[in-house]
């Protein structure tokens, strides 16, 4: 992936001046990030003592905050589609006010997810699961941090950003958990398969880049972003609506595909862009939703791994992202279109990606 004018004013050393630099820097540096991640966790051992220390759990539990609860539901979505073991996504916060409706009775393991490794609400979950004499395992960005401490065992990437937004953390911290998710499955081919991942993505998402300005550039600013997908892609649309909102500030909202039959799709005007995620369990049913928006008067963005004709003639821009990889192993790379299209929105109205308005890198709050 290249932008050759944002690329030269990061080599001349401008970057701290330059509205979304460190964003963009960070989303294009993502192929060379999964490397050196997925490299760390093969030749290191923390895998090995997760997978020691929590193989008989009863049912896994992915707990995060913002962008980190999209990653716990991609990634719970990819060790149940590949172990087979009940998985769940859990905001920190209904652990801290619902414990009761969300902690089950029996044995479990317990994933705590946070770049910083400082958000609040996942510590004070933390501490919620180290009272109840839970192990945990932790992810984070940052060594060192509190977390750290609380948990039983911790993974910690080189995948940490300057900007406020995460993009490389998300989608480096999804790879980690999915890669430890093959590791209990015992599916060696999965796990080459995420290794093998990042080249296939250099090749396959060189073009996306200019396709996502081009495309900004070409249209007035969306009222309205809607974000579509199912199964192990609706994390993936709601981390699509969250750049979008926090890079952008602008109104974005996300839906299982098909439900947003159900009265949202009343919102849909051309002055509302809907993103769709094609899987490719329910692609038909999905291009049937597509086809049905674009006929109301929708603006259409679709990714994918491969289009047919029945959805080039229904989208505005299609992102094609064809690697012969396994549909899990895609997700990681799936993100990016998501992260630019948030990214060059919000550079086209004038502000700064790299740390918009009432946010901060880790939500820290006073006792």
């Given at each position: 992936?290249?932008?050759?004018?944002?690329?030269?004013?990061?080599?001349?050393?401008?970057?701290?001046?330059?509205?979304?630099?460190?964003?963009?820097?960070?989303?294009?540096?993502?192929?060379?990030?999964?490397?050196?991640?997925?490299?760390?966790?093969?030749?290191?051992?923390?895998?090995?003592?997760?997978?020691?220390?929590?193989?008989?759990?009863?049912?896994?539990?992915?707990?995060?905050?913002?962008?980190?609860?999209?990653?716990?539901?991609?990634?719970?979505?990819?060790?149940?589609?590949?172990t087979?073991?009940?998985?769940?996504?859990?905001?920190?916060?209904?652990?801290?006010?619902?414990?009761?409706?969300?902690?089950?009775q029996?044995?479990?393991?317990?994933?705590?997810?946070?770049?910083?490794?400082?958000?609040?609400?996942?510590?004070?979950?933390?501490?919620?699961?180290?009272?109840?004499?839970?192990?945990?395992?932790?992810?984070?960005?940052?060594?060192?941090?509190?977390?750290?401490?609380?948990?039983?065992?911790?993974?910690?990437?080189?995948?940490?950003?300057?900007?406020?937004?995460?993009?490389?953390?998300?989608?480096?911290?999804?790879?980690?958990?999915?890669?430890?998710?093959?590791?209990?499955?015992?599916?060696?081919?999965?796990?080459?398969a995420?290794?093998?991942?990042?080249?296939?993505?250099g090749?396959?998402?060189?073009?996306?880049?200019?396709?996502?300005?081009?495309?900004?550039?070409?249209?007035?600013?969306f009222?309205?972003?809607?974000?579509?997908?199912?199964?192990?892609?609706?994390?993936?649309?709601?981390?699509?609506?969250?750049?979008?909102m926090?890079?952008?500030?602008s109104?974005?909202?996300?839906?299982?595909?098909?439900?947003?039959?159900?009265?949202?799709?009343?919102?849909?005007?051309?002055?509302?862009?809907?993103i769709?995620l094609?899987?490719?369990?329910?692609y038909?049913?999905?291009?049937?939703?597509?086809?049905?928006?674009?006929?109301?008067?929708?603006?259409?963005?679709?990714?994918?791994?491969?289009?047919?004709?029945?959805?080039?003639?229904?989208?505005?821009?299609?992102?094609?992202?064809?690697?012969?990889?396994?549909?899990?192993?895609?997700?990681?790379?799936?993100?990016?279109?998501?992260?630019?299209?948030?990214?060059?929105?919000?550079?086209?109205?004038?502000?700064?990606?790299?740390s918009?308005?009432?946010?901060?890198?880790?939500?820290?709050?006073?006792?």
């Amino acid at each position: 992936m290249s932008d050759a004018t944002e690329l030269k004013t990061l080599r001349d050393g401008e970057d701290a001046a330059v509205a979304g630099a460190y964003s963009l820097a960070e989303i294009l540096s993502q192929q060379e990030c999964w490397k050196t991640c997925l490299m760390n966790l093969t030749r290191g051992q923390i895998v090995k003592e997760v997978t020691a220390l929590f193989n008989h759990a009863g049912e896994w539990l992915f707990i995060g905050c913002g962008s980190s609860y999209y990653v716990a539901l991609a990634a719970a979505a990819s060790l149940k589609s590949l172990t087979g073991r009940s998985a769940r996504a859990i905001p920190a916060s209904e652990i801290l006010l619902y414990p009761e409706l969300v902690l089950p009775q029996g044995p479990c393991a317990p994933v705590l997810i946070s770049r910083s490794g400082q958000t609040s609400e996942v510590l004070k979950a933390a501490e919620v699961l180290k009272k109840r004499n839970l192990p945990s395992i932790a992810i984070s960005c940052v060594k060192g941090q509190e977390l750290e401490k609380l948990a039983t065992v911790t993974i910690a990437l080189p995948a940490d950003e300057q900007s406020t937004v995460m993009t490389r953390s998300f989608t480096s911290m999804l790879l980690a958990l999915q890669f430890l998710a093959g590791q209990m499955a015992g599916n060696d081919a999965f796990c080459h398969a995420l290794i093998a991942m990042p080249e296939w993505a250099g090749t396959a998402l060189k073009p996306v880049p200019d396709q996502i300005r081009d495309f900004v550039a070409r249209h007035n600013t969306f009222a309205d972003y809607v974000c579509l997908g199912h199964g192990p892609f609706y994390g993936l649309a709601c981390e699509y609506a969250l750049k979008v909102m926090e890079m952008s500030v602008s109104s974005a909202q996300f839906f299982h595909s098909l439900e947003f039959r159900h009265g949202p799709k009343s919102v849909v005007t051309p002055n509302t862009l809907l993103i769709f995620l094609l899987s490719e369990q329910g692609y038909q049913a999905e291009c049937d939703l597509l086809e049905e928006v674009k006929s109301l008067g929708g603006t259409t963005l679709v990714v994918a791994n491969q289009a047919n004709g029945r959805v080039r003639a229904a989208a505005d821009l299609i992102v094609e992202l064809p690697m012969r990889l396994p549909e899990l192993v895609r997700l990681a790379p799936s993100l990016i279109p998501g992260q630019l299209l948030g990214l060059y929105t919000g550079l086209k109205k004038g502000l700064n990606p790299d740390s918009p308005r009432h946010l901060s890198r880790a939500v820290i709050l006073d006792d």
